[in-house]
């Protein structure tokens, strides 16, 4: 079974300034990589995912995740966050192929500071 | 509407009482996921559907919960005999395609709380 690691549950940075939410995972087999975003009340919205081929992704509101095959991780960045970047950010996983759950990370609460 | 649309968004609900939350898909996707958010937690699987086949409901927690998609449309996540530990914040979503590399979309989901 696959598992995902979010090892900051709280990351404060100023307005601004640049971030980097890190995300580990564990698999024995293939997977599919996502990064989602939740604002207070919220259903979860995908910033971006990696399937196959190059290994930086680009997704929406200027993030970006790079797919490290050999220290198995997924970490997000941004160079420079707004304060509307405030919400809780989810690493998950999924098997590639056909169709599976997802498996979640516990979350990061990215709160950016004026 | 363009997304998918859960209702009730908030459910209190007795100990010991019966409740059934909705979710109603993107029109026209293969795909339905219920997953359980505990506070402070990631969302964790429930079960699956694919159209009306329920295909995984290795996650449901026990026997009390049930979810149905007979028509391959809408779902209900039916909780039976609600215990405290219950209270959660449950989601749905659809996919396109049954593919693991099918986008799925949320609901903004139902928050449950069992007194």
């Known amino acids: 079974a696959q598992s995902v690691t979010q090892l900051d549950s709280q990351v404060p940075v100023f307005e601004e300034a640049p971030v980097e939410l890190r995300c580990n995972y564990s698999?024995?087999?293939?997977?599919?990589l996502f990064w989602y975003v939740q604002y207070p009340n919220q259903g979860l919205q995908l910033l971006l995912k990696?399937?196959?081929?190059?290994?930086l992704v680009k997704g929406i509101n200027g993030f970006e995740a790079e797919f490290n095959k050999s220290q198995t991780s997924f970490h997000l960045r941004k160079p420079s966050v707004h304060i509307s970047d405030t919400a809780e950010y989810f690493c998950?996983?999924?098997?590639?192929?056909?169709?599976?759950?997802?498996?979640f990370g516990s979350g990061t609460q990215l709160t950016v500071l004026p | 509407g363009a997304g998918v649309s859960q209702s009730p968004r908030y459910k209190v609900a007795k100990r010991g009482q019966d409740v059934a939350l909705r979710c109603d898909p993107i029109?026209?996707?293969?795909?339905l996921f219920w997953y359980q958010q505990a506070l402070g937690q990631g969302p964790e699987f429930l079960t699956y559907?694919?159209?009306?086949?329920?295909?995984?409901k290795s996650g449901l927690p026990s026997d009390r919960f049930f979810a149905e998609r007979p028509e391959g449309s809408v779902s209900t996540l039916k909780i039976q005999r609600t215990q405290q530990e219950d209270s959660a914040v449950y989601l749905c979503?659809?996919?396109?395609?049954?593919?693991?590399?099918?986008?799925?979309?949320f609901g903004q989901g139902t928050r449950l709380t069992v007194v």
């Open positions: 979503a659809s996919s396109l395609l049954g593919q693991g590399s099918s986008e799925a979309f």
């Open positions: 990696y399937l196959s081929g190059s290994t």
């Open positions: 029109s026209g996707h293969v795909s």
């Open positions: 998950a996983v999924t098997l590639s192929g056909s169709a599976r759950q997802l498996t």
């Open positions: 698999s024995s087999v293939s997977v599919y």
């Open positions: 559907f694919q159209n009306e086949a329920q295909l995984d």
